[in-house]
């Protein structure tokens, strides 16, 4: 024998392994982003003269949100890979996992919006 392992491979390298995952991660953490930021602007700014501005939007639901982007799909990422060893069905299972984590943060997160179309920022 030349010690060459019996085991399956993926034909993917740690290194490899390594910037997908980073990759995942920050693709991730992006795109919670992008949906916080749409949805918290009212609770930023505050509508007339800031009376409705919350900054706990800021402290604690965004580095919240942000992790959790991040997180997401890079668990379910390294788990497929772990199962299943193979790559594309291991990104895919991330990218499923973030699209459900983004839909369950927009049914379930739900910052103060507006009162009413008149009820804007003001002349």
């Known amino acids: ?28 953490a992006t795109t919670a982003l992008v949906v916080w930021a749409s949805r918290a602007a009212f609770s930023i700014d505050g509508g007339f003269e800031g009376h409705a501005r919350d900054l706990s939007v800021l402290f604690v639901d965004l580095p919240l949100i942000v992790l959790g982007g991040a997180l997401v799909p890079l668990f379910a990422w390294a788990l497929t890979t772990r199962w299943a060893h193979r790559p594309w069905a291991a990104v895919l299972s991330a990218v499923a996992a973030l699209t459900l984590g983004i839909w369950g943060l927009t049914e379930w997160w739900t910052p103060r919006r507006q009162p009413d179309p008149g009820y804007g920022p003001g002349i």
């Open 1 to 28: 024998m030349s010690g060459k392992s019996t085991g399956r491979t993926t034909g993917i390298t740690p290194e490899t392994r390594g910037a997908t995952g980073c990759l995942l991660a920050a693709l991730g």
